[in-house]
């Protein structure tokens, strides 16, 4: 396997599990509404705004855990603290740690 089959793998899991899986986490756990929250769950990807205010606005050799505003460890907690909450803000909560975890997975386990 060379470079470039590992950027294709890399790439592949990083949009399933934005894209994707979420939508399983939806048919799983709120069957009965699950396209309302799938739909609160792609939004959460909005948390990538942030990039917005970095230069340059993608780096490859940087992680966004830490680095940009809505992916720091403080915002990290604000987003479990949502998990003790009802309805929308559970899954905002769900989705946007969940994003977390992909960008966290996407930079830390490919790249070391």
């Avoid at 490859?60 to 909450?85: C, E, T």
Wanted: glycine share 4%; no cysteine.
């Amino acid at each position: 396997m060379d470079l470039s089959d590992i950027v294709y793998i890399k790439t592949f899991v990083h949009y399933f599990l934005h894209f994707v899986f979420p939508l399983f986490i939806a048919l799983i756990f709120y069957r009965e509404n699950w396209k309302k929250v799938y739909l609160i769950l792609l939004a959460t990807m909005l948390v990538d705004l942030d990039h917005l205010f970095a230069d340059p606005i993608f780096d490859p050799d940087r992680g966004s855990i830490g680095f940009h505003f809505l992916h720091s460890y403080y915002a990290i907690a604000v987003y479990f603290l949502m998990l003790f909450f009802k309805g929308n803000i559970r899954i905002i909560g769900i989705g946007l740690l969940f994003h977390m975890l992909t960008d966290f997975q996407d930079f830390y386990l490919w790249n070391h």
